[in-house]
């Protein structure tokens, strides 16, 4: 059973870092794309930072320079390093995978579906 559980959110004042991180089940994390993505109230969802299987990594402009997106196969666990938070990026964030575990419409970043994501963790940036 394919399933991704994120934590690692919470509130924290603009300038500071949060990590999160997102143990997934019943897949091999090393052998698919994953992604983590947000949502805030009221705006479209986003997806944020991609890793491919090669490694290889894809931000997006918005966070850029301030967010580290990585895996430890070992550990099946996918992360997301976020520094000089600011207000903008208070959303709840999910991490995804390709893999199907949820009938519902797919979510897309660089054009690409992912059909399996968790509840999500909230990150909350104050001023």
């Known amino acids: 059973q394919v399933q991704l559980v994120e934590s690692g959110g919470g509130s924290v004042q603009a300038g500071g870092s949060l990590r999160l991180s997102c143990a997934t089940s019943?897949?091999?994390?090393?052998?698919?794309?994953m992604a983590w993505f947000r949502q805030a109230p009221g705006k479209e969802r986003e997806g944020v930072a991609v890793?491919?299987?090669?490694?290889?990594?894809t931000y997006s402009d918005s966070v850029k320079g301030r967010f580290t997106i990585s895996r430890d196969n070992a550990k099946k666990s996918l992360y997301l390093q976020m520094n000089s938070l600011n207000p903008e990026d208070t959303a709840m964030y999910y991490c995804?995978?390709?893999?199907?575990?949820?009938?519902?419409?797919?979510?897309?970043?660089?054009?690409?579906?992912?059909?399996?994501w968790g509840q999500g963790t909230q990150v909350t940036v104050s001023s």
């Open positions: 995804a995978t390709s893999v199907l575990c949820r009938y519902s419409p797919a979510w897309y970043a660089l054009g690409r579906p992912y059909r399996c």
């Open positions: 019943g897949y091999s994390i090393n052998r698919v794309y």
């Open positions: 890793i491919e299987s090669s490694g290889s990594v």
